[in-house]
T-cell receptor, first 112, second 117 residues
Framework: AQSVTQPDIHITVSEGASLELRCNYS??????LFWYVQSPGQGLQLLLK??????LVQGIKGFEAEFKRSQSSFNLRKPSVHWSDAAEYFC??????????FGAGTTVTVRA | ETGVTQTPRHLVMGMTNKKSLKCEQH?????MYWYKQSAKKPLELMFV???????ENNSVPSRFSPECPNSSHLFLHLHTLQPEDSALYLC????????????????FGPGTRLTVL
């Protein structure tokens, strides 16, 4: 079965600075990879997903993620964060069945 | 209404109460899911329905009882819950139920915040 690790529980970043959130997965074949964002009191919103093809994936709200098979990673990046990016971010991996395995999440705080 | 909606958004109940959570998806999807989200823990998949048939019951205690009367509606019936059942319960849907591949995107509702006293 697949699994996901998000090593950073909490990240604080200044508004306008760049952001990178780490995601490491465990799966024996090519995975399906997702990043979701959850604002306080809200459900999970899909930011982007990787199924195949180009390993650099563009998403909504200016986010991108890069799939690196050699490192089993799918890190999320944003060049310049806005105060509205403060939220919790979840990485998820799907394999050869219908289940998604989620990481425990990374909370992002944006300081002015 | 668009997307996936859940009611109520907040629920406080005693251990002897019976209540139900409702989920409705307006996306024309064929698969629906219940997840439990506890603080600082990964989402736990509870139940999966495909075309109104249950395809997953992930070792969930019988005090949680799902119901899927049609492909747009999903309920979670609650009875004699425990305080450790307090959590955010999320509903999700996907276009298809992909038994052979986890690539179908799941769309989530806002969740019901459940507190069991």
């Amino acid at each position: 079965a697949q699994s996901v690790t998000q090593p950073d529980i909490h990240i604080t970043v200044s508004e306008g600075a760049s952001l990178e959130l780490r995601c490491n997965y465990s799966y024996g074949a090519t995975p399906y990879l997702f990043w979701y964002v959850q604002s306080p009191g809200q459900g999970l919103q899909l930011l982007l997903k990787y199924f195949s093809g180009d390993t650099l994936v563009q998403g909504i709200k200016g986010f991108e993620a890069e799939f690196k098979r050699s490192q089993s990673s799918f890190n999320l990046r944003k060049p310049s964060v806005h105060w509205s990016d403060a939220a919790e971010y979840f990485c998820a991996v799907g394999g050869n069945d219908y289940k998604l395995s989620f990481g425990a999440g990374t909370t992002v705080t944006v300081r002015a | 209404e668009t997307g996936v909606t859940q009611t109520p958004r907040h629920l406080v109940m005693g251990m002897t109460n019976k209540k139900s959570l409702k989920c409705e998806q307006h996306l024309g999807h064929n698969a629906m899911y219940w997840y439990k989200q506890s603080a600082k823990k990964p989402l736990e998949l509870m139940f999966v329905y495909s075309l109104e048939e249950r395809v997953e019951n992930n070792s969930v205690p019988s005090r949680f009882s799902p119901e899927c009367p049609n492909s747009s509606h999903l309920f979670l019936h609650l009875h004699t819950l425990q305080p450790e059942d307090s959590a955010l319960y999320l509903c999700a849907s996907s276009q298809e139920f992909s038994a052979s591949g986890g690539g179908d995107t799941q769309y989530f509702g806002p969740g019901t915040r459940l507190t069991v006293l």
